[in-house]
């Protein structure tokens, strides 16, 4: 029922493979993909649209890539599904803005609110950092220098 999207699993691998790089070294998007055989075009798009949000900075040209420029234990998992997907919805009436036909004698819009708020609060209590496993990333990488 909810299943995460495909382009927020690839921000998630993304993520997850630069964090074990040093702090300010460039990965492209062809590097990430070959590593983790993720599609190159969709994967492009979310590295894009995390840059345009300040999570990465892109570098462009020849020796350009993407820099992890965020501590990921300060970005929710919330964050990353609003910049992929927008806003939570578990339905399309929890926003104002929507109404179905059934709104006017629905008995479910109230509790179903509700439960939209409790799952967005649950994102937001969430950071990239516990989701990736970065400190065991980092004690990997720590393992392989001794």
């Known amino acids: 029922m909810n299943r995460l999207n495909r382009k927020i699993e690839y921000a998630l691998i993304a993520l997850k493979y630069m964090s074990s790089k040093f702090a300010g070294q460039l990965t492209t998007v062809k590097e990430i993909c070959a590593a983790t055989n993720i599609p190159f075009d969709a994967t492009s798009r979310v590295m894009q649209q995390m840059a345009q949000k300040n999570v990465l900075k892109a570098?462009?040209?020849?020796q350009g890539g993407y820099m992890?420029?965020?501590d990921?234990?300060?970005?929710?998992?919330?964050?990353?599904v609003e910049l992929?997907?927008?806003?939570v919805e578990?339905?399309?009436?929890?926003?104002?803005?929507?109404?179905?036909?059934?709104s006017t004698g629905c008995n479910m819009s109230s509790p179903l609110k509700s439960f939209n708020d409790k799952l967005?609060?649950?994102y937001k209590s969430l950071s990239i950092a516990e989701i990736i496993n970065v400190k065991e990333s980092v004690k990997e990488i720590e393992a392989e220098a001794l």
């Open 90 to 102: 578990v339905v399309r009436c929890v926003s104002s803005l929507d109404e179905c036909e059934f």
């Open 120 to 122: 967005s609060n649950f």
């Open 84 to 87: 992929i997907n927008g806003q």
């Open 68 to 70: 992890l420029i965020t």
């Open 59 to 62: 570098e462009h040209g020849a």
């Open 72 to 80: 990921l234990s300060k970005i929710s998992f919330l964050d990353i």
